[in-house]
């Protein structure tokens, strides 16, 4: 039977009412199903605790877990019995717990439960939360150690640095690009353009793509920034330039002639100063990057792979980085 036009209006109406409802309904449970989980486990670990018996606790778990399943089923086995104690763990702000329930599932406190640190699970939680990621994206985000390449950037800053921690990554994975063994700097920005939406999400939060070769006029000389962006987050003009094969130190002085005259002509009113990113396919010159300071002139260096080692190879190239990186801050701390 065909709608009238006041008919359809209406049916439209109550199908929106009762969808917001069901989501209402699923994100409530979800509440509740997690902070349950909680409970249950903050309850075994205190009674563990009380006891002081590890054999006791191997027991109880074993115990009350075939007791429980035998009542209400198969999601209260012991491996997830064990899996609820090591949540209460680690995630001991009841609070914090209340937050991030409000937004990520059982399934995302799985994927996070085995990060080393408690810093990392907040930083891919928070990832999660922001970008309403699912349970496939937050483990893409882990695998691509997007946490642990957060940490080598943050180890160019200094406490004179005008770029806002967290705001970049090193290295970058351009394997989204689709890049082949041989390629041109312009190759590089039309295919970052190609692929904007998924450039933009390796990129980080908040950016906004704004201009490709930015023409900038500075005594007669026509000069052209490769990519601008700009950070919703920060308030700022980001400007990147790309580079092939390793840095050199001649880049600092084109990326802070672009930076003085993107603060003069570009920002506008209410904006903080520009900063630059300098994109480089081979980095492994870092102490010579380290000595520059760049990070006072609001520049960041960072090298960018076109194509992912297996994932093994990956884990171990970036734990590489991230030591060496963390050995030279502490030098850089002796020396100062």
């Keep these: ?50 006891n002081k018996r590890a054999d006791y606790g191997k027991q109880i778990v074993v115990t009350v877990s075939r007791q429980l399943t035998e009542k209400y089923g198969s999601c209260y086995e012991d491996k997830n019995l064990r899996r609820m104690i090591q949540f209460a763990e680690q995630f001991t702000d009841e609070e914090n717990v209340v937050t991030l329930s409000r937004h990520l599932s059982w399934s995302h406190f799985l ?17 999660s939360t922001n970008h309403c990621l699912g349970v496939r994206g937050l483990r893409k985000l882990i695998s691509r150690k997007a946490f642990e390449r957060k940490e080598i950037a943050n180890t160019q800053l200094t406490a004179e640095s005008r770029v806002p921690a967290d705001t970049f990554k090193d290295p970058y994975f351009f394997d989204i690009l689709g890049l082949k063994d041989v390629y041109e700097e312009n ?9 904007l939406e998924k450039f933009i999400l390796e990129f980080g ?45 001649e880049y600092n002085g084109k990326m802070k002639l672009y930076l003085g005259w993107l603060d003069r002509y570009e920002r506008k009113e209410g904006e903080n100063a520009p900063i630059g990113l300098i994109l480089c396919s081979d980095s492994s010159n870092r102490e010579e990057i380290e000595f520059l300071n760049l990070d006072r002139d609001g520049i960041m260096v960072a090298e960018y792979w076109t194509a992912l080692p297996p994932k093994k190879e990956l884990q ?21």
């Design 187 to 195: 190759d590089i920005e039309s295919a970052i353009l190609r692929e």
């Design 316 to 336: 171990e190239k970036i734990h590489t980085l991230l030591i060496e990186t963390k050995e030279r801050l502490e030098r850089r701390k002796l020396l100062n």
């Design 1 to 50: 039977m065909e709608l009238t036009a006041h008919e359809q209006n209406l049916f439209n109406e109550i199908s929106a009412l009762i969808e917001q409802s069901k989501r209402a309904a699923f994100v409530q449970l979800n509440n509740i199903t997690v902070m349950l989980y909680w409970q249950i486990g903050k309850h075994i670990n205190a009674d563990i605790l009380e």
């Design 111 to 127: 994927a996070l439960l085995p990060l080393k640190s408690m810093e990392a699970k907040m930083y891919y939680a928070n990832e």
């Design 205 to 249: 939060k908040g950016f906004a793509f704004v201009e490709r070769q930015k023409r900038m006029i500075i005594d007669g000389n026509d000069f052209h920034l490769d990519l601008l962006f700009y950070n919703r987050n920060l308030k700022r003009l980001v400007a990147v330039e790309l580079k092939l094969g390793e840095f050199k130190a």
